[in-house]
């Protein structure tokens, strides 16, 4: 049984083009994420929401587009792709926000834009 | 704001050495420090962490000690493993941030 399972596993796409990443926890966890991790494995949150609504959005471009239409589900839809959008994208989720409360992560999604 | 300092990699050891993975953090409350690590083609799992100063973490003869005084989280493992081979992120989490701040990760590789 996955914990936190995101699809597809691997996104190849033109540039300019439209792409939707999906994720699902199945732990009763309130809070998810999502992760970008470049290429030289630098870890950097994007967004994070606890119990549907968004608490974190670090100044990412108005092209990615987080949806959570429940607490165990956060998709997230990325527009007019550019080369630079090309990393891993990781999906996370924890029982709560903040302390010392341990992140689950799933297995990636490694996008690359041409 | 929060922010978490590794060494760089990679780092490159013969089995059965010993391990150091230097970590120091800012951060301006009392927030709780984590391990992380990646293999490859994987997501990141939670190694060891712990919530305040002083406490020890550990997990699968990896250790690491909460230093208040040197901001520091140090990893250490007394024999490692080919098997270690992984990128290691230390990570901390402050209730007043509300998320997790990573680490740049380090990698190492374990030769037989």
């Known amino acids: 049984d996955t914990a936190v399972s995101q699809t597809p596993k691997y996104l190849v796409t033109q540039m300019g083009n439209d792409k939707s990443i999906k994720c699902e926890q199945n732990?009763?966890?309130?809070?998810m994420y999502w992760y970008k991790q470049d290429s030289k494995k630098f870890l950097k949150i994007m967004f994070s929401?606890?119990?549907?609504?968004?608490?974190i959005n670090e100044t990412v471009p108005n092209r990615f587009s987080p949806k959570s239409p429940d607490k165990a589900h956060l998709n997230l839809h990325i527009n007019s792709l550019e080369l630079g959008d090309s990393a891993v994208y990781f999906c996370?989720?924890?029982?709560?926000?903040?302390?010392?409360?341990?992140?689950?992560f799933g297995q990636g999604t490694r996008l690359t834009v041409v | 704001g929060n922010s978490v300092t590794q060494m760089e990699g990679p780092v490159t050891l013969s089995e059965e050495a010993f391990l150091t993975i230097n970590c120091t953090y800012t951060?301006?409350?009392?927030?709780?420090l984590f391990w992380y690590v990646q293999y490859p083609g994987e997501g990141l799992q939670l190694l060891l962490k712990?919530?305040?100063?002083?406490d020890k973490g550990s997990n699968k003869g990896f250790e690491a000690t909460y230093r208040k005084e040197t901001t520091s989280f140090h990893l250490e493992k007394g024999s490692v493993q080919v098997s270690d081979s992984a990128v290691y992120f230390c990570?901390?989490?402050?209730?007043?941030?509300?998320?997790?701040?990573f680490g740049t990760g380090t990698k190492l590789q374990v030769i037989p």
């Open positions: 996370a989720s924890s029982l709560k926000v903040g302390g010392d409360t341990e992140a689950f």
């Open positions: 732990l009763g966890h309130d809070t």
């Open positions: 929401y606890n119990n549907k609504e968004l608490i």
């Open positions: 951060a301006t409350g009392y927030p709780s």
């Open positions: 712990a919530t305040k100063a002083d």
């Open positions: 990570a901390l989490s402050d209730r007043g941030y509300q998320k997790v701040t």
